[in-house]
């Protein structure tokens, strides 16, 4: 098993350096002029050379790319003299717009988003798993029935809907969640302020990825009612409750933790629209205003590190599978 | 009650959206203690429909059962078909045990060996954690699995086919059951396996008096283990009788075609196997005659339209030995003797 995991991780880090060098190409022979962007209304071509000079962008771009590399391990120093500033290691450059080292940002926007991701991650896999199971359990009855309802309507509405739905009519017309005004506040300081920030993008996301884990969970769970060695179990005069909750759930594990790994992955890779629609200061949202101003360097640093946290959520996803299913653990 | 397990007349129909499948009509099985009973058939004739019955595996809401399976326990015994479901349940796996055909897929992936094992214990023997380790330990060199301790906590992927149903065998047996129902328990093995698999339960039931049910289409599993057999075509017995009678003097213009159906080893490679010609019946909407009937040969033997217009009745002039044919048995018995004679020479 240890030699499996370093291998395993072995080819993680090479993946992600691999995407490191992709992603920094390919923005860096889009074409702008990212020191042009750099500067403000009163441009002279001066400042656009010494802002050129000062962000390093004059090097060729292979030396670009090994000075954002080692940026990442040993911090880097921009300008000269007494205009000179330092991003500490571990950096991922310099946002002329926000006048910040990137690290800082994501460091800001990061708690925000994970926060965003592993609620509503709670909360879809409780109800998604629970109403999967209980679908399967009442096949062609009125759960099963009332589950698919929830099915249809959760895959079907887009978050910009629901999320609408929740801001106006939840937050603006009912008043049942006030606005949120201060921003991101940590839940050991304010239980409630917390909760009032992430309760609507949680749900908003959750009825979607829950619609889509009763479907899966129901799917799952009937399949493996259906093998050989539930009827094992039912001959040796298990109850059903056991059968169910026991020796099928036990089955239906793995394929439920490697769907949910890769699916929160991709969470904190950016919930954009949710996180846009509740104003919520995350990585998502961050990504996308960079986008728009053409900031460069937050974009590039943050597609590394949502790639970073896909090819991790996998490589965890892997070992976890290992645990969970001794035919694979074995080889 | 003499017998371990009475089975009476027995009928199952389960809805489809065809019409009703009547997948058993009017079994009925006893077996005592210590006795092999087979029953043979191909694919369809209701043989594993009669083997789930035992257990009270079928889907309630769903199927149609009725008749009466009596199942002793010591002193007391239970209808299977019309007791309440956790009463089965504590006959499951302690007074019934059954082993099914695919021992690859029929132990759980995921769970260790000796826990799968001592489940089966702790079902009916609530809290003895010890106690059940012990036995499991126990049934599993019994079965003989080398090395019980390692194997235990071994997963079912690191056995072999043929260990992987001793294992089953050994789960079957840990609360010494009255019977087991064995339903196809060498059909995914190779041959040597089988015949290893044949003999440790031939042996066990020596040890532990146990009445077998054994359910299988190999007739060669049956003229090696059984004491009894039902030839099942269509959901209905068609013929009964002491391994001997069955194999030297078939009654049945079905259990001939079977027999005469067994590839011989020596037989020249041009020969063809002697296939009884037609498909069996849809068991949705049977003709009211002999269900048999269009595939037989010996219909011109019988009163004149009595095999398609009449159901034969399972009779006999021994007790021990019935058929369900139209033709006079005193013609069959002469006839088919001499027709198995010819074909084994």
Redesign the interface.
């Known amino acids: 098993m240890p030699r499996f995991i370093l291998r395993r991780a072995y080819f993680a880090t090479l993946t992600i350096l691999l995407v490191s060098i992709v992603v920094y190409g390919v923005f860096s022979i889009l074409p702008f002029d990212p020191a042009a962007l750099t500067c403000g209304q009163k441009c002279t071509p001066a400042i656009v050379e010494a802002n050129r000079v000062k962000l390093g962008f004059d090097k060729p771009l292979w030396q670009q790319y090994w000075l954002f590399l080692s940026g990442i391990f040993l911090g880097r120093t921009y300008g000269a003299g007494s205009a000179e500033f330092t991003c500490p290691a571990p950096s991922f450059g310099y946002s002329f717009n926000e006048n910040m080292c990137v690290t800082d940002m994501l460091a800001e926007a990061l708690p925000v988003t994970i926060n965003l991701a592993i609620g509503a991650f709670v909360i879809w896999i409780t109800v998604g798993v629970g109403l999967g199971l209980l679908a399967a359990k009442f096949r062609g009855r009125y759960p099963d029935t009332i589950s698919s309802v929830f099915v249809l309507l959760g895959t079907s509405l887009p978050t910009f809907v629901t999320g609408l739905f929740f801001l106006i009519y939840v937050t603006i017309k009912w008043k049942i969640v006030p606005l949120s005004l201060e921003g991101f506040t940590p839940i050991t300081e304010s239980p409630v302020k917390y909760l009032q920030y992430f309760i609507l993008p949680w749900l908003t996301l959750a009825i979607l990825y829950a619609a889509f884990y009763t479907r899966f969970t129901r799917a799952t769970v009937l399949e493996t009612l259906g093998e050989d060695y539930i009827r094992t179990a039912r001959a040796k005069g298990l109850s059903e409750r056991v059968v169910l909750l026991k020796h099928t759930m036990r089955a239906a594990l793995a394929p439920i933790t490697t769907s949910a790994g890769l699916d929160i992955a991709g969470l904190i890779g950016g919930a954009i629209i949710t996180e846009s629609i509740f104003n919520l200061a995350g990585l998502g949202r961050m990504t996308l205003q960079a986008v728009y101003e053409f900031d460069l360097s937050v974009v590039v640093a943050t597609t590394i590190l949502a790639a970073t946290v896909v090819i991790t959520m996998n490589l965890i996803v892997d070992i976890a599978y290992g645990y969970l299913d001794p035919r694979v653990r074995m080889k | 009650m003499k017998n371990l397990l009475e089975i009476k007349d027995l009928k199952v129909t389960f809805p489809t959206d065809d019409g009703f499948v009547q997948a058993v009509d009017g079994v009925s099985i006893s077996v005592a203690p210590g006795e092999t009973v087979a029953i043979v058939g191909e694919s369809g004739s209701g043989k594993t429909v009669t083997s789930l019955s035992v257990?009270g595996?079928h889907n309630r809401k769903v199927t149609q059962i009725t008749g009466s399976i009596l199942v002793k326990d010591k002193d007391e015994s239970l209808d299977i078909v019309s007791a309440p479901l956790?009463k089965i349940?504590?006959?499951?796996?302690?007074v019934v045990?059954?082993i099914?055909q695919?021992p690859m897929?029929?132990?759980?992936?995921?769970?260790k060996i000796g826990s799968q094992l001592a489940?089966?214990y702790l079902?009916?023997h609530p809290g003895k954690k010890e106690e059940a380790n012990k036995k499991a330990l126990e049934m599993l060199s019994l079965v003989g699995i080398p090395e019980p301790q390692v194997r235990a906590k071994e997963?079912p992927?690191?056995f072999s086919g043929g260990m992987r149903q001793r294992v089953?065998i050994a789960?079957a047996l840990m609360n010494d059951p009255a019977v087991l129902i064995a339903d196809e328990p060498t059909t995914a093995l190779d041959v040597t396996v089988q015949a290893q698999i044949l003999q440790l339960l031939k042996d066990l039931q020596k040890n532990l008096n146990m009445g077998i049910l054994l359910i299988t289409h190999d007739l060669g599993v049956v003229a090696q283990v059984a004491d009894r057999v039902h030839v099942m075509y269509a959901g209905r017995i068609v013929e009964q009788g002491n391994v001997d009678d069955i194999f030297y003097s078939p009654h049945a213009p079905y259990t001939l075609g079977l027999l005469k159906s067994v590839p011989r080893i020596g037989s020249r490679g041009s020969e063809r196997l002697k296939a009884i010609p037609g498909q069996p019946p849809s068991l949705i909407n049977l003709p009211i005659g002999c269900a048999f009937a269009p595939r037989c040969e010996y219909i011109s033997l019988a009163d004149e339209n009595s095999c398609e217009n009449l159901r034969p009745q399972l009779l006999g002039n021994s007790d021990s030995h019935k058929s369900r044919c139209h033709v006079p048995e005193e013609k069959r018995d002469k006839l088919f003797t001499a027709e198995i004679k010819g074909a084994r020479t």
């Open positions: 257990i595996l956790d349940r504590s006959y499951r796996g302690r045990s059954m099914f695919d897929s029929s132990l759980h992936p995921y769970y489940e089966a079902v009916h997963y992927h690191q089953m789960m």
